[in-house]
């Protein structure tokens, strides 16, 4: 039987109502209504637009940016029929005071529910033995109004606010586990501080070497079962060698501020952890420290080679604001409440589109990270809309098909990354100089 005659096949068994019931949701409406519930923003009185269908909006406007709110509204056809049960079109004042009714409480639950369900189906590609994630932050703009202005500016020559988001990311399907974000005045640090604890146990977190902090670290080992993190070193790393196991490996107790100490007596005058150098260091990062403290159990190479992986957060990012985001430096809420709800609203889409990614790359024996993001994006997209919008629970069910037939999506090997940064050689100019020559 030929691929298309298969193809065909599975389209004709797809569309028997008795298939449609097993598709698993990938947002049921009962975890709408939980978030809304759970956060006080359910409506007293009926409307036409309730909180529920204004929680799917907010999704939609995630995942469709080149979309006005308006026309999100009625493509995805959420609002529910007058008195009379016709359906005039809403007003984009009745629109945009359901978002501000709602507030972002709703869509922060309903982004916890989702990232602990959806990670929750297992890792099949484990590093020595540990999930492997990534911490980093990124910056989105906001409009230029008085409210958002509170969220300061990344230098003093912006010209636009921003907020910072901090988020915890899998490096392996690059589903985002947990986020804090808020003004942009405050540091990296502090909004990694209340990621804490959102690890899962067995995992090993890469952290860039701008998140060095003793009070950080400690707590975030100290938060789970074998929840362990790794980052690289500054260049005026100092410390103490408490017992070298090579030449490049060893354990090393470094000291903690006199600020830190103040803030946080608990940790003393110093903590140690495990030192890995680079033997034949090529670029600006020398070495590594770790919680990953026995040589025996965790091989130097291993630890070499693991923090390359954490490039894997900036290309989600990437992926993100230059795909789902559509390259929009802006986003579109006037207010700060609206931002943090936006942001949300795009972390929970972003994060549906990586699972039906993961579980696309499970279907057809390949990595997650295989699967073209930006196709997979515009297919999804395409899903939301053909779907009506009074069920929107149904929204993903259509997305089995869309599994079967990914073929198309996958992307070839990536080369692995050097552990170090090229070198680009010099290239000799295409007219030489001509050398003037002395006058008589």
Not at 132 to 147: A, I, M, N
Not at 286 to 306: A, N, Q
Request: proline share 6%; charged share 25%.
């Amino acid at each position: 039987m030929s691929e298309f005659s298969l193809e065909l096949q599975a389209t004709a068994e797809f569309h028997f109502p008795e298939s449609m019931d097993s598709f698993r949701k990938n947002i049921p409406v009962e975890w709408v209504s939980e978030a809304v519930n759970q956060t006080g923003r359910a409506a007293v009185r009926k409307r036409r637009f309730p909180a529920e269908q204004a929680v799917w909006l907010v999704l939609g406007i995630g995942l469709m940016r080149n979309r006005s709110i308006s026309d999100v509204c009625d493509k995805l056809e959420l609002a529910f029929p007058d008195s009379k049960g016709d359906l005039p079109p809403l007003a984009t004042s009745s629109i945009v005071k359901a978002r501000q009714r709602i507030g972002y409480e709703p869509l922060r639950y309903l982004f916890h529910t989702t990232a602990s369900k959806w990670e929750a189906e297992g890792e099949s590609d484990l590093v020595c033995g540990f999930k492997l994630l990534s911490v980093d932050g990124t910056q989105f703009k906001t409009p230029e109004t008085e409210d958002n202005q509170q969220l300061g500016y990344a230098t003093g020559k912006a010209t636009f606010p921003s907020a910072l988001a901090v988020t915890l990311m899998s490096t392996r399907t690059h589903l985002i586990s947990d986020a804090a974000f808020g003004p942009i005045t405050n540091s990296e640090i502090s909004y990694a501080q209340q990621l804490v604890g959102s690890a899962p146990d067995n995992s090993l977190t890469l952290f860039d070497r701008g998140f060095m902090s003793a009070e950080l670290f400690e707590s975030w080992r100290g938060a789970g079962e074998n929840t362990h993190w790794l980052t690289p070193i500054k260049r005026k790393f100092r410390y103490e060698i408490i017992e070298e196991f090579s030449a490049h490996d060893k354990l090393v107790k470094m000291p903690v501020s006199p600020d830190a100490q103040r803030k946080y007596p608990h940790l003393g005058d110093s903590w140690q952890a495990r030192l890995v150098l680079i033997p034949e260091p090529k670029g600006e990062i020398k070495g590594f420290i770790t919680s990953l403290e026995c040589p025996m159990t965790y091989p130097l190479k291993d630890i070499i080679g693991v923090y390359w992986e954490r490039w894997e957060i900036e290309q989600g990012y990437g992926e993100l604001k230059q795909g789902q985001l559509n390259n929009q430096a802006v986003l579109r809420s006037q207010k700060i409440e609206g931002v943090y709800q936006e942001l949300w609203g795009i972390l929970i889409s972003y994060n549906l589109v990586r699972l039906e990614m993961k579980r696309m790359a499970e279907t057809h024996g390949v990595e997650p990270l295989r699967i073209s993001f930006i196709n997979a994006l515009r297919l999804i997209q395409d899903e939301f809309l053909w779907c009506s919008g009074r069920t929107p629970g149904t929204v993903p069910k259509k997305l089995q098909n869309l599994r079967d037939n990914g073929k198309r999506l996958i992307l070839p090997k990536k080369r692995k990354r050097k552990p170090f940064p090229r070198q680009v050689l010099y290239k000799a100019p295409r007219y030489p100089y001509k050398k003037r020559t002395a006058r008589s």
